[in-house]
C-alpha cells in the first residue's frame, strides 16, 4: 500500500507539468530501434528471391494469356494484365515509393 501514494503523486506531478515542458518533450530528437545490418541484408536475399520468382510467375501469366486470347478466350487479356502487374511489381511499387517521398523506407533487393 505505501507504493500507491508514491505512484499518485507521481502521476499528479506529470499531469501538472506545464505546457511547455511537454513542447520540450515532443521537440526532442526520437531515439528509434536501428535494426541489424545482418537481418536488413536478410531481408534483401529474401526480397529479391520474391523479386525473382515474382518476375517468372508474370512471365508464365503473360504467356497463358496471349495463348488463351490467340484461342479466342477473352479472358486472355486479363492474364496478360496481371501478368505484367506481377512482373512489374518491383519497379511499380519503387516508382510509387519514390513518388511519395518514402524512399528512404525501402530496401533494395539483393541476389
Do not use: E
Amino acid at each position: 500500500m505505501k507504493k500507491l501514494p508514491t505512484f499518485i503523486a507521481i502521476v499528479t506531478a506529470a499531469l501538472t507539468s506545464t505546457v511547455s515542458a511537454h513542447a520540450a518533450q515532443i521537440a526532442s530528437p526520437l531515439i528509434l530501434a536501428q535494426i541489424p545490418t545482418q537481418v536488413k541484408t536478410g531481408f534483401q536475399y529474401g526480397l529479391g528471391i520474391l523479386f525473382m520468382v515474382g518476375f517468372i510467375w508474370g512471365v508464365i501469366n503473360i504467356w497463358g494469356g496471349a495463348d488463351r486470347l490467340k484461342k479466342g478466350d477473352a479472358d486472355g487479356k486479363m492474364g496478360i494484365v496481371s501478368g505484367i502487374i506481377i512482373a512489374g511489381a518491383a519497379a511499380i511499387m519503387a516508382a510509387l515509393f519514390y513518388i511519395f517521398g518514402m524512399s528512404d523506407g525501402s530496401l533494395t533487393p539483393q541476389f
